[in-house]
């Protein structure tokens, strides 16, 4: 089992930034994938980012790429999503995800944590 606990969403102006934290316990965390993944009101759950269990390798979709960074402290079993010059189309419940094995198979998921941009 692994339980995951996101935090840093709020509110903020088009342009601003936020950084997401999501902690993570249970599993060893250092040989696990994280995610990040995001819901819009109305729309289907959407991949954001992901890093590799050594953070040798970071994925992002498209229409975030340039102004979101995803990083980890496997000491702090933590993962992060700075997100810089936020965008009205950027608001979500943003989710935190993980697969322990190291591939992309999501099983554990947090609560979410909402982000509003405003223009």
């Known amino acids: 089992q692994v339980q995951l606990v996101e935090s840093g969403g709020g509110l903020v102006q088009a342009g601003g930034s936020l950084r997401l934290s999501c902690a993570a316990s249970?599993?060893?965390?250092?040989?696990?994938?994280m995610g990040w993944f995001r819901q819009a009101p109305g729309k289907e759950r959407e991949f954001v980012s992901a890093?590799?269990?050594?953070?040798?390798?970071?994925y992002y979709v498209d229409s975030v790429k340039g102004r979101f960074t995803i990083s980890r402290d496997n000491a702090k079993n933590t993962v992060y999503l700075q997100m810089n010059s936020l965008k009205p189309e950027d608001t979500a419940v943003y989710y935190c995800a993980a697969d322990p094995s190291g591939g992309s198979q999501f099983a554990y998921w947090g609560q979410g944590t909402q982000v509003s941009v405003s223009s």
């Open positions: 249970g599993r060893a965390f250092g040989t696990t994938t």
């Open positions: 890093i590799s269990w050594n953070a040798h390798s970071t």
